[in-house]
């Protein structure tokens, strides 16, 4: 009876770690996506308030956090639609 209760506990624990194993590269991307739409509203905010050149560079780095979130969101949706296949 000891034995069937370690047996199952140890099946049980070997589909949970690989169900996360699958959904880990989602949320990590899903979380640098996030990151990086705040710096870029960051920016945003720092360059409504400064004026030339600074305005640009902000807008400029801002544009670019823009990038980079998409695509991280591209590759959690990835990730995502990996882990569900």
Do not use: C, W, Y
């Amino acid at each position: 009876m000891m034995i069937k209760k370690l047996l199952m506990t140890f099946v049980a624990t070997t589909f949970a770690v690989a169900a996360f194993a699958q959904v880990e590269p989602a949320v990590k991307e899903t979380a640098k996506a996030t990151t990086e739409t705040v710096k870029e509203a960051g920016d945003n905010a720092k360059a409504a308030g400064s004026s030339q050149p600074d305005k640009s560079m902000d807008k400029a780095k801002a544009h670019i956090h823009k990038a980079k979130a998409h695509a991280h969101r591209h590759q959690a949706k990835k990730a995502a639609d990996a882990a569900a296949h």
